[in-house]
């Protein structure tokens, strides 16, 4: 049983296709980190647009394995979309960044990644 994400929505879309499913989670390992990394550089250096654009990007994803943490990216998401300069979304940045990386080395272990 996962610790850090969730299959069913997954396995939901997938009509319970297993080999499917393990392409929706190699394509999470892929993709995820990736716009994590994005927004790991953007936010110190108040790069709204990239901050914004990754956290979009992340967003169904993230909803789709039930990490827990969409309200927290759509804090981030918001704060490169209405550049909110006086808005500090470091620890909100944490929690996005722990959460994608605990679910990933969860997934790459459980799907032989």
């Known amino acids: 049983m996962p610790k850090y994400y969730k299959l069913d929505r997954v396995r939901e879309m997938a009509d319970n296709d297993e080999d499917f499913v393990a392409a929706l989670a190699a394509a999470f390992v892929e993709e995820v980190p990736e716009d994590a990394e994005r927004l790991r550089k ?3 250096e108040a790069d709204f ?3 914004y654009q990754a956290a979009h990007k992340m967003k169904p994803t993230i909803d789709l394995f039930e990490l827990g943490i969409l309200e927290t990216l759509i804090e981030v998401q918001d704060w490169g979309k209405f ?3 006086d808005k500090n979304v470091e620890k909100q940045l944490q929690i996005v960044l722990t ?3 605990n679910a990933t080395n969860e997934i790459k272990a459980d799907f032989g990644l």
């Open 42 to 44: 953007a936010i110190p």
């Open 49 to 51: 647009y990239e901050a």
């Open 99 to 101: 959460a994608v990386e």
């Open 83 to 85: 550049e909110q300069e």
